[in-house]
């Protein structure tokens, strides 16, 4: 079983419109979550860090559900420059782990 | 800052042939990370380092090899290269995290096609 499982998309939105990704992961004891956004032929660079409480950058929202190992990213009023892989992160200790991404097109 | 660089961006081997990918940080992080990207296989960790002098097996170690000589660079080798290993790959640097919440920083990749 993969430790961080995300739906490949892709997701192809209209702009402005509001799209949710999920992410679940496998391993209890992780201790640490992230989005990363990875544009075309790029590096991965973080988007956000997620926290058992939720949190909220402009138009970007981030969950946590421990006891249903799952992770979220709400990203309303999406711009064409939203165009992106997005990609949910688990950190152990040491370790990180990915999932494979989710694709997302914003169409004008 | 310049963060994290990869040396060099680009490179064609053939199989057989042997060369070395340079990873700098200039953020004094204590981990640093080599992962390679696949389509369709997200990225998977070769080799990381918790520190100076000190290297450990990822996920898929196999046919290559790291050093860590000095806290602020991380090198990745290839000693044969093969096809399979037509990847791109990126190096990666954190802080040190007893309990996690640090994320990592990445270098821009290095693009390595083995014919």
């Known amino acids: 079983r993969k430790e961080v499982e995300q739906d490949p998309g892709p997701f192809n939105v209209p702009e402005g419109a509001t799209v949710a990704f999920n992410c679940t992961y496998s391993?209890?004891?992780?201790?640490?979550f992230f989005w990363y956004r990875q544009d075309c032929r790029k590096e991965p660079k973080l988007l956000m860090s997620?926290?058992?409480s939720g949190n909220e950058d402009g138009r970007f929202t981030a969950q946590l559900n421990r006891a249903s190992q799952y992770i979220s990213l709400l990203i309303r009023d999406s711009k064409l420059s939203d165009s992106a892989t997005y990609l949910c992160?688990?950190?152990?200790?040491?370790?990180?782990?990915f999932g494979t991404g989710t694709s997302l097109t914003v169409i004008p | 800052n310049a963060g994290v660089t990869q040396t060099p961006k680009f490179r064609v081997l053939k199989t057989g042939q042997s060369m070395t990918l340079l990873c700098a940080q200039d953020?004094?992080?204590?981990?640093m990370y080599w992962y390679r990207q696949d389509p369709g296989m997200g990225l998977r960790l070769i080799h990381y380092?918790?520190?100076?002098?000190?290297?450990a097996k990822g996920e898929v170690p196999d046919g290559y090899n790291v050093s860590r000589l000095k806290k602020q660079n991380f090198l990745l080798g290839l000693e044969s290269a093969a096809p399979s290993q037509t990847s791109v790959y990126f190096c990666?640097?954190?802080?040190?995290?007893?309990?996690?919440?640090?994320?990592?920083?990445f270098g821009p990749g290095t693009r390595l096609t083995v014919t």
């Open positions: 380092s918790v520190g100076e002098g000190t290297t």
């Open positions: 391993n209890s004891a992780s201790q640490s």
């Open positions: 990666a640097s954190s802080y040190t995290a007893r309990t996690g919440g640090y994320e990592q920083y």
């Open positions: 997620v926290y058992s």
């Open positions: 992160v688990v950190n152990g200790v040491i370790q990180f782990y």
């Open positions: 953020m004094n992080h204590e981990y």
